[in-house]
Nanobody, 126 residues
Framework: QAQLVESGGGLVQAGDSLRLSCVAS????????MGWFRQAPGRKRDFVAT????????YYADSVKGRFTISRDNAKNTIYLQMNSLKPEDTAVYYC???????????????????WGQGTQVTVSS
């Protein structure tokens, strides 16, 4: 059973940057893809970004494209989310997740991910 632990959240001002990390542990960790989602109060959990584990494919939500970058370090079982030019509307709890079922496209829905971290709060003040 994979366990995911996020870190790096905090309180920043609009325009600032943050880098989130997600470390995975488990007996054998070999997902198909890793992703980031976020959930603001009163809203559903939304897709942010995803990357396949074996290659260099990535995909982003339109709302973060050009500002956020997902990357991975397979040797460390870690994924990152570099967030630049943060906006107040980026405020949310950010979750990393792992998908283990192969697909023809990178997974972008919560149902496609079976392991989740506990989340890390990101607050962007105006």
């Amino acid at each position: 059973q994979a366990q995911l632990v996020e870190s790096g959240g905090g309180l920043v001002q609009a325009g600032d940057s943050l880098r989130l990390s997600c470390v995975a542990s488990g007996r054998t960790f070999s997902p198909y893809a890793m992703g980031w989602f976020r959930q603001a109060p009163g809203r559903k959990r939304d897709f942010v970004a995803t990357s396949n584990w074996s290659g260099g494919s990535t995909y982003y939500a339109d709302s973060v494209k050009g500002r956020f970058t997902i990357s991975r370090d397979n040797a460390k079982n870690t994924i990152y989310l570099q967030m630049n030019s943060l906006k107040p509307e980026d405020t949310a709890v950010y979750y990393c997740a792992a998908a283990f079922r192969f697909g023809l496209e990178l997974p972008t829905t919560t149902q496609q991910y079976s392991a989740w971290g506990q989340g890390t709060q990101v607050t962007v003040s105006s």
